[in-house]
């Protein structure tokens, strides 16, 4: 028995950010266990899936600690002799998702672990970036208000100085407006700050400046998922 991690595309109709090795897997998988089933339904579709959709088992993970049910379905599974596809809501299974969980219970119960190639938001911006891409932290998200916000950017500024680190977070489309505009504010004027959205997507853009230079432009970002980075490098 094999546990499948299958990337999910990060843009709309961008199928094609997919190997066809990868679609071949997932369409002939009747056992996923997932971040959202409506949405893994709706992708599996998508493929072309050999059973009909009412055949298949879409067990969601859950919240952080809250596993037990998904758990038990991959149990069941693998009992019955049975590989399972899990699926993240976006991007690649395991990566700033719950899917760590499911991988680390395969392991403990002898299950072999195949990670499957799909685009991940946070590489590509890394490597598109031109910020250090040898060492690199990811913390998710952030503070949702302007004030807390602030100090979390100058904490992960000095954190870059510090380790000579790229940091990256993600934050909700609707608050990427508010990331700018307190980045502007809270960091140094000659620390880079990077922004990569709706990467693959139709209206993909990445783009990095000194915090300078992002003072001088009027730019009202799009609602669409963004990664951001920050990069100080460390004094000599």
Not at 137 to 164: I, M, N, T, V
């Amino acid at each position: 028995m094999t546990l499948y991690l299958i990337p999910v595309p990060i843009a709309e109709n961008a199928l094609h950010t997919l190997p066809a090795y990868v679609q071949d897997i997932a369409r002939n998988l009747d056992v996923f266990i997932v971040e959202r089933a409506k949405t893994a339904r709706h992708f599996i579709k998508s493929l072309g899936p050999a059973r009909p959709l009412q055949e298949m088992i879409f067990t969601e993970i859950g919240e952080q600690g809250q596993t037990l049910e998904a758990e038990v379905a991959f149990r069941a599974a693998i009992q019955a002799g049975k590989d399972v596809g899990l699926l993240s809501e976006a991007g690649c299974p395991g990566v700033a998702d719950p899917g760590a969980a499911i991988v680390a219970l395969a392991h403990r119960e002898g299950v072999q672990v195949r990670p499957l190639v799909g685009p991940s938001s946070l590489l590509m911006a890394l490597m598109a970036s031109g910020m250090n891409g040898q060492s690199f932290a990811f913390h998710g998200y952030l503070s949702p208000k302007r004030p807390e916000l602030a100090r979390d950017l100058r904490r992960l500024e000095q954190a870059s100085e510090r380790a000579d680190q790229t940091q990256l977070f993600i934050e909700t489309p609707y608050r990427s407006q508010m990331v700018l505009e307190v980045a502007r504010e809270a960091l140094q004027p000659d620390t880079l700050f990077g922004i990569a959205q709706d990467l693959t997507g139709e209206h993909e853009t990445t783009r990095t400046l000194p915090v300078r230079n992002w003072k001088k432009i009027e730019l009202t970002l799009d609602k669409a998922p963004a990664v951001f980075l920050v990069y100080r490098p460390r004094k000599s």
